[in-house]
T-cell receptor, first 113, second 113 residues
Framework: AQTVTQSQPEMSVQEAETVTLSCTYD???????LFWYKQPPSRQMILVIR??????QNATENRFSVNFQKAAKSFSLKISDSQLGDTAMYFC??????????FGAGTRLTVKP | DVKVTQSSRYLVKRTGEKVFLECVQD?????MFWYRQDPGLGLRLIYF???????EKGDIPEGYSVSREKKERFSLILESASTNQTSMYLC????????????FGSGTRLTVV
């Protein structure tokens, strides 16, 4: 079974600085999808970024980018120029084929003014 | 703006009560999901449905049932609420191919006393 591990329960960063959230996963599959979701205090989970495992190029969405290391089974999220609105829980997720999406336990990120 | 709407944000019920959590999506998505979110455990899948009147058990279905009579509506039922079902419940939906991720509702915080 696929598992997703987020080893940092909590992190903090100063406004305007860069922070990296870690995620590792375990799978024997070759083609799969990885996601980062953000859950702000308002609670609605929103998709931040998505990576297709067969693509070598790292996905980027504005200030959010990933470092996808397929051999190491690592999928970290980098937030550049952190803003107060980035304060949230961040969940890493793994999807293979049409199976259940597997989520990590989450990292609580606080952006400090 | 596409939406997944959960009928209640906060709910307090008594032990032994039958509880209904409602979820409606307006995106014509085939798949709908119910997750439970607890601190340190991430999101755990309770049930999902890939079509009207179809349902599949997730990781933690015990004590829950679901109903999907219409494509846009997916209900989670706690047959006899217990205190260990106090949690945050998240509804989500996706296209038939899940590879573009899920759209989540805002969540229902259920407290069973």
């Amino acid at each position: 079974a696929q598992t997703v591990t987020q080893s940092q329960p909590e992190m903090s960063v100063q406004e305007a600085e860069t922070v990296t959230l870690s995620c590792t996963y375990d799978t024997s599959e070759n083609n799969y999808y990885l996601f980062w979701y953000k859950q702000p205090p308002s609670r609605q989970m929103i998709l931040v970024i998505r990576q297709e495992a067969y693509k070598q190029q790292n996905a980027t969405e504005n200030r959010f980018s990933v470092n996808f290391q397929k051999a190491a089974k690592s999928f970290s999220l980098k937030i550049s120029d952190s803003q107060l609105g980035d304060t949230a829980m961040y969940f890493c997720a793994f999807l293979y084929n049409n199976n259940d999406m597997r989520f990590g336990a989450g990292t609580r990120l606080t952006v400090k003014p | 703006d596409v939406k997944v709407t959960q009928s209640s944000r906060y709910l307090v019920k008594r032990t032994g009560e039958k509880v209904f959590l409602e979820c409606v999506q307006d995106m014509d998505h085939e798949n709908m999901f119910w997750y439970r979110q607890d601190p340190g455990l991430g999101l755990r899948l309770i049930y999902f449905s890939y079509d009207v009147k179809m349902k599949e058990k997730g990781d933690i279905p015990e004590g829950y049932s679901v109903s999907r009579e219409k494509k846009e509506r997916f209900s989670l039922i706690l047959e006899s609420a217990s205190t260990n079902q106090t949690s945050m419940y998240l509804c989500a939906s996706s296209l038939e191919g899940r590879v573009y991720g899920y759209t989540f509702g805002s969540g229902t915080r259920l407290t069973v006393v």
